[in-house]
């Protein structure tokens, strides 16, 4: 059976027992500060679970695209050794809400497991939850019974805390599980041994394929338990682990899952899997990882050098990195395993074969950045291994190591292969408390406590009436305090709001909520878990909180210049659309009373001329003052017949919001708010255009009163140049003139400098000192510049043979000096420029730095500039 196969045999099943088919979350976590990346099947239910939302449907059934690359067994350095863990992996998953529970849903997965999928059930063993006496949870006799009547007490394992219950987090719901594990050994191990004894082992051929939590609790900041109002089923089962056992493999990666990628990659490679213990684990990590790398990217998340980005980033180096040490490859590869990826998975999710040719170009020069990144790291390894050489020491110290691991992406064993290699030893313990101290800076940093919500009231929805609405009158459902970085803030949830979340870009409205007359301001507002939650820093809330009516008041001037920036958005995509192509898509942006950011795809700069057409192109649509349409409730279906633009990476709901401003040029599907008409902008300007990723192009905008300031402030520059040049008749004649005759002087001081260069040179010529078969030439001298000292003592150097050199000079005045010293005294009399900066620049209260033939440094005291140059004759006079 394939595994496409499989997977459409778990949808049907459930699909059979009532369950909606809904399509699998984005990879990158949206809306939920506690996730960086959807980790689980359950994650884009969790709103559900808190009572924040109502599900489509009681009976839900999916596969879920998860990405995990810290925790139990899943550390990022550990994937690929090992035959059955995953960074990206696909998580199938049924659900219940409110409907069935413990009798239907473990019934179902024997059935599946036995009848659909025909596994062998003398070679299956569930777990269930032995109770815990510490949070007053009895032992599961209900699960017990029901797996007693299917597979016998001989089966069944009592599981601890740790094994048993699980938990979404440090808070919230959870409860008991249920286990199912499979033996997959050869006979022959199996008679040796009861696989029971093996459970929960870490054997790599008895494994856990499925998992049925029942929520029953919330866990309180307490650490209590409080019952659920509903009982509720979260089930999990590991596909590929699935596919392991359903076609008879002891390894995941030995299903057709990963066997297309291994292929091709060890073609590419010109190597055979199976044959080499290296080779094997570098061919099972560059197809877990290219994986996670193109759907993370389809998903909205680029390689960066910060959060979800630098995971992604590191993820792509890892998977080079192993290719490039231990395959032989010296030129990018990832990007061309992309389309068969695409195919792979066509008709499961779509989101990849889309966009093949852009995450393909992504991963491309993503490859060759790091290519170039890797040739520096090496070349800085070399100079660390000569350095430590010359100094008869044998061990790279753990800073170093971190260095090479956190900035050039060397693993640790890689440093120390190379560093064996050359006779010397790493200092693991130094680069272990390095690691250390940077995980300490980063949970620091990210350090918040919460207490429990306080309750209020219970009520059917949470109401957003803030298209239509900009102040009304709610209550208070709950709030909770929290402390941050900023201090005190409390989070606060109504029953009804005009406050808009931040969200797609859309920076989120501030106010004010007033409390019987006393006005407090909201800071912020964020969507959490699919609550509109208003944050407030004002020590007044807890005393003024209560079940009474409060006024919700947006700030509604900063809410209408943001609105112009968002339709500019829009306009501002078609327009880009238009003049470089239909591949531009949008790849983030962000919204404020300020200005517009706006990401989009496309491999080049975009050309002043290109720029200026946009331009015009969205102010002639503000001109034509075109009414918004909007309609709310649309099937997406049909909504995307029409045209409508979605975002990849965003998770849209059987009904969208579209907005439409003239249905032949802008109609998209979006949840922010928008100007009335496009009149309203007034003015679109265009500030800025950059790189800011691979593939991917910034620009950033102003609209209504910023372009405005924009135009008075190059307006007021214009009128200042015209008195200055005292008001030609024509301005840019007159400053090209300017600019030509200032180039023109420029290059007679250069040639001025030059000559006066040539003139100390000669002088110093004549002032050298031998000390022994050491020639020496210690000056101050007057150049124009810190290039032209260099310069000076390079030339020095080519003129005279066992030369010492030290030179001084006062440039701009700040003292600046400079070491030369011949390669063979650099060797054969142990002289080092480097060191010896070092002890001058402590004359002019400066430091500096170089080789040990040439070295400079720079200082604040110029009076110390004649000491540094008696000091350096200390050095050769001895």
């Known amino acids: 059976m394939t595994s496409r196969e499989i997977r459409k045999q778990f949808l049907d099943f459930f699909e059979s027992k009532g369950h909606l088919i809904v399509p699998s979350a984005p990879l990158v976590a949206k809306n939920d500060p506690t996730l960086m990346f959807n980790n689980s099947g359950m994650a884009q239910f969790k709103d559900f679970f808190l009572g924040n939302g109502t599900p489509p449907s009681k009976r839900i059934a999916d596969t879920q695209k998860c990405l995990r690359v810290s925790g139990k067994h899943n550390d990022l350095e550990d994937v690929g050794f090992d035959t059955y863990h995953h960074t990206m992996f696909e998580m199938l998953g049924n659900w219940s809400f409110g409907d069935y529970f413990k009798k239907e849903a473990l019934a179902w997965s024997w059935e599946l497991l036995t009848e659909i999928y025909k596994l062998p059930k003398d070679r299956i063993y569930v777990s269930v939850f032995q109770g815990d006496e510490k949070d007053g949870v009895p032992f599961d006799q209900e699960a017990w019974d029901i797996w007693k009547a299917i597979v016998g007490e001989e089966r069944i394992i009592l599981g601890n805390k740790k094994d048993n219950f699980w938990e979404m987090g440090e808070t919230g719901p959870c409860g008991p599980c249920s286990e199912i594990h499979i033996d997959l050994r050869d006979a022959d191990e199996v008679a040796l041994k009861s696989g029971k004894e093996l459970v929960n082992a870490d054997h790599p051929q008895v494994v856990e394929i499925w998992n049925n939590v029942f929520m029953q609790f919330e866990r309180m900041a307490d650490g209590s338990l409080v019952p659920l109002p509903s009982k509720h089923v979260d089930t999990g089962m590991g596909f590929e682990r699935l596919c392991m056992a359903i076609q008879g493999k002891q390894s995941n990666y030995d299903t057709d899952v990963f066997q297309g990628t291994i292929k091709l990659i060890a073609d590419k490679a010109g190597k055979v899997y199976g044959q080499d213990k290296w080779t094997d684990i570098s061919l099972r990590v560059i197809a877990d990882h290219i994986r996670a790398i193109a759907f993370a990217i389809a998903d909205g998340q680029l390689p960066s050098n910060n959060k979800a980005g630098y995971v992604i980033r590191r993820i792509l180096r890892r998977a080079v990195r192993y290719g490039y040490t231990y395959l032989g490859f010296r030129e990018p590869f990832l990007h061309s395993i992309v389309p068969l990826l695409s195919e792979q998975f066509d008709g499961v999710f779509p989101e990849l074969i889309s966009q ?248 080049q700069k975009v050309t002043d001329e290109e720029i200026a057409q946009v331009e015009e192109i969205v102010n002639q649509k503000i001109r034509e003052n075109i009414p918004l349409v909007e309609e709310r409730n649309v099937p997406i279906a049909e909504a995307t017949s029409r045209g409508a633009m979605a975002l990849f990476g965003e998770k849209y709901g059987d009904f969208v919001r579209v907005i439409t401003f003239d249905k032949n040029y802008s109609v998209e599907l979006c949840g922010g708010t928008h100007v009335p008409a496009t009149g309203n902008i007034g003015l679109f300007k265009i500030i800025t255009e950059t790189s800011v990723a691979t593939g991917v192009r910034r620009i950033e905008a102003v609209t209504s009163e910023k372009a405005f300031e924009i135009l008075r402030e190059q307006e007021a520059i214009l009128d200042q140049l015209n008195q200055l040049l005292k008001a030609p008749k024509d301005l840019v004649k007159a400053v090209a003139s300017l600019l030509e005759e200032k180039n023109a002087l420029a290059k007679k001081i250069e040639v001025f400098e030059q000559e006066k260069l040539q003139a100390t040179k000669e002088r110093l010529l004549n002032k050298i000192v031998s000390y022994g078969s050491i020639n020496a030439i210690i000056e101050v001298v007057e150049v124009g510049s810190a290039d032209a000292l260099k310069q000076l003592a390079y030339e020095l150097k080519a003129k005279v043979g066992d030369l010492y050199c030290v030179l001084g000079a006062e440039i701009a005045g700040k003292p600046q000096l400079a070491v030369m010293i011949a390669d063979n005294l650099v060797a054969e009399k142990g002289l080092n420029a480097g060191q010896i900066i070092r002890e001058l620049a402590k004359e002019v209260k400066g430091g500096g730095g170089g080789q040990p033939f040439f070295a400079t440094a720079g200082g604040s005291d110029v009076s110390g500039l004649a000491k540094a140059i008696e000091k350096g004759k200390t050095f050769v006079n001895a």
């Open 356 to 603: 093949q040719d852009f995450v393909a170009k992504v991963i491309l020069e993503e490859e060759n950045s790091f290519l170039r990144t890797l040739e520096n790291g090496l070349k800085l390894l070399d100079k660390i291994t000569v350095d430590l050489k010359a100094n008869n020491q044998t061990v790279i110290n753990g800073e170093q190591v971190f260095e090479l691991n956190d900035t050039f992406g060397f693993p640790v064993d890689l440093t120390a292969l190379i560093a064996r290699e050359n006779g010397l030893s790493i200092d693991e313990e130094g680069y272990k408390a390095a690691l250390q101290a940077q995980k300490e800076r980063s949970r620091k940093d990210a350090s918040t406590s919460a207490e429990d919500w306080v309750i209020l009231q219970e009520v059917d929805k949470i109401e957003f009436v803030g298209y239509d609405e900009f102040e009304t009158v709610s209550s208070v459902v709950k709030y909770q305090k929290v402390q941050n970085k900023q201090g005190t803030q409390y989070k606060v949830v109504l029953d009804k709001t005009p406050f808009y979340a931040e969200s797609g870009g859309q920076v989120g409205d501030k106010g004010t909520i007033s409390f019987g007359g006393v006005a407090i301001e909201v800071v912020d507002t964020k969507k959490e878990n699919d609550l509109i939650v208003h944050f407030i820093s004002d020590k007044r809330f807890e005393s003024l909180v209560s079940d009474e009516p409060v006024k919700a008041s947006i700030d509604l001037a900063r809410r209408k210049l943001t609105n112009n920036n968002h339709t500019s958005t829009h306009l501002m995509q078609a327009a880009l659309k238009q003049v470089l192509g239909s591949h531009v898509n949008q790849k983030g942006s962000l919204v404020n009373n300020e200005i517009l950011r706006f990401d989009f795809s496309h491999f």
